[in-house]
């Protein structure tokens, strides 16, 4: 019998986020990862021209793509050029301290997350085999009572992206996540980044099992169809 790990052994994992998966904020946690390529950049606007160029460079030279997403806040003092530009997607790649307090209100909140919702639309419309990880939405709205607009919080939004979701309700629960960051804005430590490696060997497993499936399927066909040929074809010409 094969072992979850023999499926999991040479298959590939590009990662898309925040700081959480930055170098400087790992350190020695980068070991947790094989096979993984993380791209973090501190305080990453979702709708960052980075985040589709970097879908887009490697959608096809990886096993998975996974879009770790950021804060729906990220970049809000940028706000005026978000209202004021017809782009979907803009030439901002973040840096750390890119959001403002005073800046943090209703109108702005909503402005942000439907700038996020259509960026996260377009690059799952456009690339569907993308799995998406809301880290840091569940640690605002499922750990901490967020004034984000229900709409955009991590139930809501998962029922919005099931096909998509990296669900982490499926691996932990809210009170048991507590123990897997550092801090408030959700940063993992030791036992969240294992937690993450959890979830991406969980998802490379299945997609195993799907492509082996799949193989098996064409496999038979292939065999049914040789057999018609050698054995029905010639009785049918005779006749």
Same mark, same amino acid.
């Given at each position: 019998?094969?072992?979850?790990? *023999? ?10 986020? =925040? ?9 020695? +946690?980068?070991? $947790? ?9 501190? &305080?990453? =606007? ?10 887009? #460079?490697? /959608?096809?030279? /990886? ?7 950021? #804060? ?14 017809? %782009? ?5 790649? &973040? ?18 997350? #439907?700038?996020?919702? @259509?960026?996260? *639309?377009?690059?799952?419309?456009? +690339?569907?085999?993308?799995? !998406?990880?809301?880290?840091? !939405? /569940?640690?605002?709205?499922? $750990?901490?009572?967020?004034? !984000?607009?229900?709409?955009?919080? /991590? #139930? ?10 990296? *669900? ?5 629960? =809210? ?7 550092? *801090?408030?804005?959700?940063? =993992?430590?030791?036992?969240? +980044?294992?937690?993450?490696? @959890? ?10 099992? %799907? ?17 018609? +040929? ?10």
């Amino acid at each position: 019998m094969c072992k979850k790990n *023999d499926f999991i052994i040479n298959m590939t994992t590009f990662i898309i986020g =925040p700081s959480h998966i930055h170098d400087e904020c790992m350190g020695a +946690y980068l070991n $947790i990862f094989t096979n993984t390529t993380l791209d973090g950049n501190q &305080g990453r =606007p979702n709708w960052s021209n980075s985040v589709l160029k970097l879908v887009s #460079d490697n /959608y096809h030279n /990886y096993d998975q793509i996974i879009w770790m997403v950021s #804060d729906f806040r990220f970049g809000n003092i940028w706000i005026d050029e978000i209202k004021s530009s017809k %782009k979907l997607f803009l030439n901002k790649c &973040g840096y750390p301290r890119n959001m403002s307090r005073s800046l943090i209100n209703k109108k702005n909140d909503k402005i942000l997350c #439907d700038k996020s919702i @259509k960026c996260i *639309d377009y690059i799952k419309l456009k +690339y569907p085999k993308i799995k !998406l990880l809301f880290w840091c !939405l /569940y640690a605002r709205s499922k $750990i901490r009572t967020s004034n !984000l607009p229900k709409e955009f919080h /991590y #139930d809501q939004i998962k029922k919005r992206y099931n096909k998509n979701i990296l *669900d982490i309700d499926k691996f932990t629960s =809210p009170e048991e996540f507590k123990s897997c960051i550092k *801090d408030s804005g959700g940063h =993992p430590n030791k036992k969240g +980044y294992e937690l993450l490696k @959890k979830m991406i060997n969980t998802e490379i497993f299945k997609n195993k099992i %799907k492509r082996t499936f799949i193989l098996f399927i064409v496999l038979i066909l292939y065999i049914l169809c040789m057999l018609i +040929y050698f054995f029905v074809v010639p009785t049918e010409i005779i006749k």
